[in-house]
């Protein structure tokens, strides 16, 4: 019984020593292969020579050679519910000047062209007050009376204000109504009923 031990601890120890010295080679030939078939670190600069194709890199890392043009439909954007258009323009292909060796490069630029704000239409007012009505029209170049009439027992007067604007004033014993109209990025107004 103790001869069978014996080599049966013979055998675990020859097994134990193989694995272990099966391990260690291995790990150094991996070891070797690891860090001698290893590509060195790229600088930003190579990668970026890689990718342009003009060092003469790998081929595969090259960007194909394109010759066509892709022309996408024209967006329309709106502003202020006015449509406006805009171009699409392809830039012609351009090629690296290292003696034809890098691929040609099609690049397509979309330009949006959008319309200068356009102003508010012009616009009519009629203001119905305690001594009278009156309709102003509103315009970017100012404003007008286009009528004034003032109830009875009232008076009236029009007179121009600062930058263009206009004031009706309806005047009575008691009381006196007026209307301030003037344009700043569109139509103003001011009433007051004053007593």
């Known amino acids: 019984m103790r001869k069978t031990a014996l080599y049966v601890t013979a055998w675990f120890a020859a097994g134990a020593f193989a ?113 009278g009505t009156a309709t102003l029209r509103f315009t970017a170049a100012g404003v007008t009376v286009v009528g004034a009439t003032p109830k009875a027992g009232y008076s009236v007067k029009i007179s121009d204000v600062h930058d263009g604007g206009a004031r009706v004033e309806f005047e009575g014993e008691s009381h006196r109504s007026r209307v301030d109209g003037w344009w700043e990025s569109g139509p103003r107004d001011e009433v007051r009923e004053e007593d």
């Not at 001698?36 to 190579?46: I, N």
């Not at 996408?72 to 003696?99: A, F, M, N, Y």
Request: glycine share 8%.
């Open 19 to 131: 694995v272990t010295l099966a391990s260690v080679g291995v790990s150094m030939v991996s070891d070797r292969v690891t860090d001698d078939d290893r590509a060195p670190a790229l600088s930003a600069a190579e990668v970026q020579d890689q990718l342009d194709g003009t060092t003469g890199g790998d081929p595969e890392l090259a960007t194909p050679d394109t010759t066509s043009t892709t022309v996408r439909p024209d967006p329309v954007v709106t502003v202020d519910g006015e449509p406006s258009t805009s171009g699409t323009t392809p830039t012609p292909p351009t090629s690296t000047p290292s003696g034809g060796q890098g691929p040609n490069v099609n690049v397509n630029v979309t330009t949006t062209t959008i319309a200068p704000p356009v102003a508010p239409a012009a616009e009519t007012r009629t203001y119905a007050m305690v001594g």
